[in-house]
């Protein structure tokens, strides 16, 4: 029986709208960068994070302590989702997909946020996302290029990752 202090109806089902339509814009620009996390997977992680937080919220008796408790479970949980999309390329000591896990983390607290009844909140973060998305990788190159520091394609091919399995090369001074 949900306690008298519940969200009611109309804006749960705002708030749940609310962040399906966040995490699909997030996921959307995932996707037009062909990542393996598009606009489904954010829109579904939002949403999901939404009725997490709006189910707790309408249990009798949920108080702040289990409302912490159930942001906590989604926090924890979304990191296994995102860790899917994170791949380590051991020869070319390069990593893949951290964006997109953390745009998927991020749809997960949008989700939050709107479920809690602070959708301007979560709309600002998604505004804020994609502006990093959008010009993070133009400013990322132009410091490198300003700073002098190596490219990351450059530098994944300059500086291949030592195979473990394999002995190091003998050392000429010793022999």
């Not at 607290?109 to 990093?132: K, N």
């Amino acid at each position: 029986m949900p306690s008298p202090d519940f969200v009611p109806l109309p804006s749960a089902i705002f708030y749940l709208g609310s962040a399906t339509v966040l995490g699909a814009v997030l996921g959307l620009n995932r996707q037009l960068h062909r990542k393996p996390a598009g606009l489904r997977t954010h829109a579904m992680v939002a949403l999901g994070s939404a009725l997490a937080s709006l189910t707790i919220e309408r249990v009798s008796g949920a108080g702040p302590d289990a409302v912490s408790r159930a942001m906590q479970g989604v926090i924890t949980g979304i990191g296994f989702i995102g860790a899917g999309v994170i791949i380590h390329h051991r020869q070319v000591d390069r990593v893949e997909g951290l964006t997109t896990a953390a745009s998927i983390w991020l749809a997960s607290m949008m989700g939050l946020a709107c479920g809690g009844g602070e959708v301007g909140i979560a709309a600002s973060a998604l505004f804020f996302a994609l502006l990093l998305l959008v010009f993070g990788g133009g400013f990322e190159k132009a410091f490198v290029r300003l700073v002098g520091g190596p490219h990351k394609k450059n530098h994944a091919e300059r500086m291949p990752m030592e195979d473990p399995n394999q002995s190091p090369p003998p050392d000429p001074e010793r022999e």
